[in-house]
């Protein structure tokens, strides 16, 4: 009898050892669309510390493995300038081995579970029309979209703007 190889992708909140390997996960993903311009996380030098980023109150962050190997993550973040029932879905990437396979949409119910914990109304998001993919998910989810940008993430190279409410 054969045995049949199990793949176990386990998610967890980051970790400090995490930083370096998902520094490149965002910044591979981001080179991948075309998407890595000034004013998006692929310059922003918190992507070097995530762990760090999400130690601020309200905030979480979530790493999926596969095998011990990060193959993406997502988190919600209180940024600056939000409402205070709104936090916003940031750092939303994965590798290409784990699209398709309904991670991300897993790791964005985890992030809306979390708002919901944290008192949180309203997720909000900013990203790129290169990330089409992405995009549909987030469409998927109910997000809609916005005319403007809301918050002050520093994120200028982000031309779309989303809104999703939890409540």
Known sequence: MLLKEINIITIRP???????????VVRNTLAE????HPGTVYYDPTTDAL?????KPKSAYYVALK?????GGGGIFPTDGLPEDTCELVKMYLLPEARGIGLGRTIIEKCIETARELGFRRIYLETMPELQQALKVYERFGFTYLTGPMGNS???G???WMILEIY
Not at 14 to 24: S, T, Y
Not at 33 to 36: L, R, S, T
Not at 51 to 55: N, Q, W
């Open 14 to 24: 980051i970790q400090p050892a995490d930083n370096p390997e998902l520094a490149v």
């Open 33 to 36: 669309f075309g998407a890595n």
């Open 51 to 55: 762990s760090e980023l999400f130690l």
């Open 67 to 71: 095998d011990e190997r990060i193959m």
């Open 154 to 156: 520093g994120h200028f």
């Open 158 to 160: 982000c031309e779309l």
